[in-house]
C-alpha cells in the first residue's frame, strides 16, 4: 500500500472542496421540498400549542417534531410511538432511581455516573440506535433538573412537563404526517428504485435518440448518485419483510445505484454514436422501462439478454457495464412468480430483540461505555464544582457525539461546533439583538421561527455528511428561544448554551482521541479485511441437501455482508477527518478501499444469483457436471477473496489467484455438459456463464487493484 502515496491525487483547494460539497448536498430533488414544509409545520405547531398553553421544555417536543422519521406513514408511526414508549420508560427510570439518591450527596453522585453509563451502554447495545438516543437525551435532561436546590415536587412536576412536551411533539408530527400523506403506486421499497430507474430510462432514451442529453437528466442522474442507496437500505433492514425479500431488494437496490453511477460517469463523456449504438441504447432502454414496469406492478422482472457480438463492436465506455448491470436484476429474483410472494403475513414476522446479540458477551460495548462516562462525568463534574449549570448541555453534546471511532465522531463534533455557531450565536444571539427588540406578538416569531425550521430541515434532509449540521443549528435555536414563556432579551442564556457545547466538544477530543482513541482509517481497513473474507465464506458455502435451511444461512451471511459494505462507505468519510504522521498513508488507503467498493459489491449481488445454482433452487439445476465444475469455481473464489485480505494486510507470500483460469475450466465443462455437444450453449447454461465471467472479471479486476 506504501507506493498509493506517491499515486494520491492532490486533494482540491478547500474553498472549490466545500463549494463544491454544498452545491452536492444543498441541492433539490424530488420530494425534499414537500418534506422540508412537513417538518416545519410539525415543529411550528407544537411551539404554537406549548407556548399558548405554556408548557415547558417546548424545545424537547419541537426537535423531536424533526427526528422523528419520515420514510412513510407507517414508519413516522412507528417512530413517534417509539419516542413516546422510550421517554415514558426514561421519566419512570430516573423518577424511580432518583428517590434512593435525593437526600444523600454521595449516593447522588453515583446515580448521576450510574445513568451515564447506562445511557452509553444503551447507545452501544441496543438494537434501535434510536431509541437508545431518545433515552440518553432524556438522562442528559433529566439529571440537571434534580441537581436544583428546589423541593422534590418541583422536580417531579418538570419531569412530568418534559415528558408532556415530548407527547405533545410526536401527536403532531404524527397528525401532520397522516393529514399530507398521498397514495401512490408501489411503496418505500419500489418507489425510489422506480425512480432511479426511471430517470437513467430517460437518459438511455435521450443517447437512442442521437440528441444532446438534458439539462435537467444530467442533473436529476448526479443528484440520485450523491444521494446514493444507504437510505434505501436502511428501511429495507427496518422493514417488516421476510429476510428473503429484504437480501434480494437490497440487491436490486444496490444495481440500481450502480446503474446510476455508472450512468452518472457516462453523461460526463463526450463520443460519437453510431447507428449500432443507437440500437443498442434504445434496447437498453427498453429493458430499464420494462423492469421498471414489472418492479411497480409487482411483477418479477423478465429475463433481459443482449447481443454479444454487437457488444465488441462498439467503443463506447461504460455501455456494456450498464448492459450487464440492467441483465442482473432479473436474475435476482430468477424462479418466483411475484413479488407478493416475499411479502409476510404478520404472525410470520419475526421480532428483533431489544439487545444485539453480543450486548452481553462483547467487551466493545463496556469500554464504550466506559469512555463515554468519563467524558460526561467530567463535563458533569467541573460545571458543578464551578457553579456554572448553564453548560450543563456539555452533557448531551457528549451522549449525541460520541461513536465508536474517532473519525465518526470528530465529524459529528466538527458538525455539532459549526451548527452551535451558526445556530446559537449567529441565529440565536443575532435574532436577539437584531430582531426579536422589534417584534410585539407571537405572529412575527412565528415568522422567524419557520424561517430559522425551514434552513435547518434543509440541511437535515441532506446525506449523513452534513444533516446533523441542520439538527444543531435548529437545537441551538431553539434551546435558546423556547427555553421561556417570553421573547428572550438575555445573551447569557445563548452564551451559556454554546460554551456547554464546546466544553462537551473538548471533553470528548481528549477522551476518545488523546486517551482512548481508535483511528477510523484502522477500523475501516478492519472492515475491509473482514468483508472479503466474509464474501469469500458466502461463495464458498458447502452444498447441503436441505435447500430451505441453505437459504437462511446465505440470507444471514448476506445481510451481515451489506452492513459491512455500508458500515466501510461511512468510515471512509470519517477517515477525513482524521490528522496525523500517516495522513497521507490512511488517505492512500482510503482512496484504494473507495475504488474496490463497488466492485466488490458487484461481486457479492452476482454471488448471490450464483449461490442459487448451487442450492439448486427451482430454476437454478444444472447438469451433475457444470455443478461440480461450479463448486470449484466457487473453492477458487473464496480462496482469492481471502488470499486478497491476506496480502493487503502484509503477507506477501500468499499467491495471486487467476479467476480467468478458472472460468475457463467451467465454462468447458458446460460446453461438454451442453445438449448434444454443441456449441450453442442453452438459454440457462448462457445466464450461468455469463454470472460466473462477471464473478471472474471483478476479481481479477479487484486483485489487480491491490
Not at 421540498?33 to 421544555?57: D, K, N, S, Y
Not at 430507474?197 to 439539462?215: F, I, P, Q
Not at 455482508?561 to 488517505?587: C, M, P, T, Y
Not at 450461468?688 to 486483485?703: G, H, N, Q, S
Request: proline share 5%; net charge positive.
Amino acid at each position: 500500500m506504501a507506493t498509493a502515496v506517491q499515486t494520491l491525487p492532490q486533494p482540491p483547494r478547500p474553498v472549490v472542496w466545500i463549494r463544491g460539497f454544498l452545491n452536492e448536498e444543498l441541492a433539490p430533488y424530488p420530494g425534499r421540498g414537500a418534506l422540508v414544509a412537513r417538518m416545519t409545520i410539525a415543529a411550528t405547531l407544537v411551539m404554537i400549542v406549548c407556548m399558548t398553553f405554556r408548557i415547558p421544555f417546548a424545545f424537547q417536543g419541537a426537535i423531536y417534531a424533526l427526528l422523528i422519521s419520515r420514510e412513510s406513514p407507517r414508519a413516522t408511526l412507528q417512530s413517534a410511538t417509539s419516542i413516546a414508549i422510550v421517554t415514558a420508560i426514561g421519566a419512570a427510570y430516573l423518577l424511580g432511581s432518583v428517590q434512593v439518591a435525593i437526600s444523600n450527596p454521595e449516593i447522588h453522585f453515583l446515580w448521576v455516573i450510574s445513568s451515564l453509563f447506562l445511557a452509553f451502554y444503551a447507545v452501544s447495545a441496543l438494537t434501535n440506535y434510536t431509541m437508545a438516543v431518545i433515552f440518553a437525551i432524556m438522562v442528559s435532561v433529566i439529571i440537571p433538573l434534580w441537581d436544583r436546590h428546589v423541593p422534590a415536587e418541583a422536580n417531579v412536576e418538570d419531569t412530568l412537563w418534559l415528558c408532556l412536551a415530548v407527547l405533545v411533539g410526536v401527536v403532531i408530527t404524527g397528525a401532520v404526517e397522516l393529514l399530507f400523506a398521498q397514495p401512490r403506486p408501489g411503496d418505500k421499497v419500489i418507489l425510489p428504485i422506480s425512480d432511479r430507474l426511471s430517470a437513467v430510462g430517460k437518459l438511455l432514451t435521450c443517447y437512442s435518440e442521437g440528441r444532446t442529453v438534458d439539462r435537467n437528466i444530467e442533473q436529476e442522474i448526479i443528484g440520485l448518485e450523491t444521494r446514493g442507496t444507504s437510505t434505501l437500505r436502511r428501511i429495507l433492514r427496518r422493514s417488516d419483510y421476510s429476510p428473503q425479500y429484504s437480501v434480494e431488494m437490497g440487491g436490486v437496490a444496490a444495481l440500481a445505484g450502480r446503474l446510476v453511477d455508472v450512468a452518472a460517469a457516462l453523461t460526463q463523456l463526450r463520443f460519437e454514436i453510431s447507428a449500432t449504438d443507437r440500437r443498442r441504447f434504445r434496447n437498453l432502454s427498453l429493458a430499464v422501462v420494462s423492469i421498471r414496469d414489472d418492479l411497480m406492478h409487482r411483477r418479477i422482472p423478465a429475463a433481459v439478454q443482449f447481443t454479444a457480438s454487437m457488444e465488441s463492436a462498439t467503443f463506447i465506455p461504460l455501455l456494456g457495464e450498464m448492459e450487464h448491470t440492467v441483465a442482473l436484476i432479473p436474475e435476482v429474483f430468477a424462479g418466483c412468480q411475484s413479488i407478493q410472494e416475499y411479502v409476510p403475513s404478520p404472525e410470520d414476522i419475526p421480532k428483533p430483540g431489544l439487545l444485539s446479540p453480543d450486548a452481553l458477551g462483547n467487551p466493545e460495548h463496556l469500554r464504550f461505555a466506559l469512555r463515554g462516562c468519563l467524558a460526561a462525568g467530567g463535563c458533569y463534574l467541573i460545571y458543578n464544582a464551578i457553579a456554572w449549570p448553564g453548560i450543563s448541555t456539555a452533557v448531551t453534546t457528549c451522549l449525541l457525539t460520541a461513536l465508536s471511532t474517532i473519525g465518526s465522531s470528530r465529524q459529528k463534533q466538527v458538525l455539532r461546533i459549526a451548527g452551535a455557531i451558526v445556530g446559537g450565536f449567529l441565529i440565536g444571539m443575532g435574532s436577539q439583538v437584531l430582531v426579536l427588540p422589534y417584534l410585539d406578538s407571537i405572529a412575527g416569531f412565528v415568522i422567524l421561527f419557520v424561517a430559522v425550521t425551514a434552513l435547518s430541515a434543509w440541511f437535515m434532509t441532506s446525506s449523513p455528511r452534513l444533516s446533523y449540521f441542520g439538527l444543531q443549528v435548529a437545537l441551538a435555536f431553539y434551546l435558546i428561544n423556547l427555553s421561556e414563556f417570553k421573547v428572550q432579551t438575555s445573551l447569557a442564556v445563548a452564551r451559556d448554551r454554546v460554551v456547554g457545547i464546546l466544553f462537551g466538544l473538548f471533553m470528548m477530543w481528549l477522551v476518545f482521541d488523546r486517551l482512548w482513541g481508535t483511528p477510523t482509517a484502522v477500523q475501516m481497513k478492519k472492515t475491509f479485511f473482514t468483508t472479503l473474507r466474509l464474501l469469500g465464506q458466502f461463495a464458498g458455502q458447502p452444498v447441503t441437501t436441505d435447500a430451505k435451511t441453505a437459504m437462511a444461512k446465505s440470507l444471514s451471511l448476506g445481510e451481515t455482508i451489506n452492513n459491512n459494505l455500508d458500515k466501510g462507505r461511512a468510515l471512509a468519510d470519517g477517515v477525513l477527518l482524521e490528522f496525523g504522521r500517516s495522513r497521507q498513508q490512511d488517505l492512500a488507503l482510503r482512496s484504494r478501499i473507495r475504488q474496490s467498493q463497488p466492485n466488490l459489491r458487484m461481486l457479492f449481488i452476482t454471488c448471490i444469483v450464483l449461490r442459487k445454482y448451487r442450492i439448486r433452487l427451482p430454476g437454478f439445476e444444472l447438469p451433475a457436471p457444470i455443478k461440480a465444475a461450479q463448486e470449484e469455481f466457487d473453492t477458487r473464489l473464496a480462496t482469492a477473496l481471502n488470499g486478497m485480505a491476506d496480502r493487503m494486510e502484509g503477507n506477501g507470500s500468499v499467491q495471486m489467484a487467476d479467476m480467468t483460469s478458472a472460468y475457463a475450466q467451467l465454462e468447458l465443462a458446460a460446453r461438454k455438459a451442453s445438449p448434444q455437444l454443441q456449441p450453442q450453449l442453452t438459454p440457462q447454461i448462457q445466464s450461468f456463464l455469463i454470472l460466473a465471467r462477471r464473478v471472474a472479471d471483478l476479481a481479477d479486476a479487484m486483485e489487480k487493484d491491490m
